[in-house]
């Protein structure tokens, strides 16, 4: 994961570009539980039950099923830290799931070929579709973890 390598302006590869951007956001996110003690990193931070360490074990599961093709029985499991986890683990999993992402992306020779996806009806997305996505839905659950940190501990910026 390149968590310092801001993306650009002058990058002229589509791919590149698209990757260092989430990249950077995954980065931004697995650092959001630095230094969060137990219990508080997997306590819930609105009334919805979102935490710091369900977001991170989250976007594990969402970067499994977009580019490994492995889809959760339960996804809203996902937002939910069992016993076992530990702040170690599940960003550990996470740096592992973006690896492999990664080696799919890097493999990948057009954006407008379908990305990996598990067994379910109607189309499937482009890469480019699929990288597109995954900047959003990681950017908006690095919201989300800003403010949940920020209501821990006062700590604020990326």
Same mark, same amino acid.
């Given at each position: 994961? %390149?968590?310092?390598?801001?993306? $650009?302006? +002058?990058?002229?590869? *589509?791919? &590149? ?5 989430? #990249? !950077? /956001?995954? =980065? &931004?996110? +697995?650092?959001?539980? #630095? ?12 009334? $919805? ?10 976007? +594990? $599961?969402?970067? %499994? ?7 959760? @029985?339960?996804? !809203? @499991?996902?937002?939910?830290?069992? &016993? ?14 973006? *690896? ?12 407008? %070929?379908? &990305? ?20 959003? *839905?990681?950017?908006?659950?690095? =919201?989300?973890?800003?403010? /949940? ?7 604020? =910026?990326?």
């Amino acid at each position: 994961m %390149r968590t310092n390598t801001a993306p $650009s302006p +002058a990058d002229d590869d *589509e791919k &590149a570009t698209l990757r260092n951007v989430l #990249d !950077q /956001l995954r =980065g &931004a996110i +697995a650092d959001k539980v #630095d230094g969060v003690p137990e219990p508080r990193v997997r306590t819930a931070g609105v009334p $919805s039950g979102t935490s710091l360490l369900g977001l991170l074990k989250h976007l +594990a $599961s969402v970067e %499994r099923f977009y580019f490994l093709g492995k889809e959760p @029985a339960d996804w !809203q @499991a996902t937002l939910r830290p069992c &016993a076992e986890d530990t702040v170690e683990s599940v960003r550990a999993d996470y740096r592992k799931t973006v *690896e492999r992402a990664n080696e799919i992306i890097d493999a990948c020779p057009d954006l407008t %070929r379908p &990305a990996p996806r598990a067994r379910r009806r109607g189309p499937v997305p482009s890469m480019r579709w699929v990288l597109v996505h995954m900047i959003e *839905e990681t950017a908006r659950h690095a =919201g989300h973890a800003d403010i /949940l940190r920020e209501r821990l501990d006062g700590s604020t =910026g990326r």
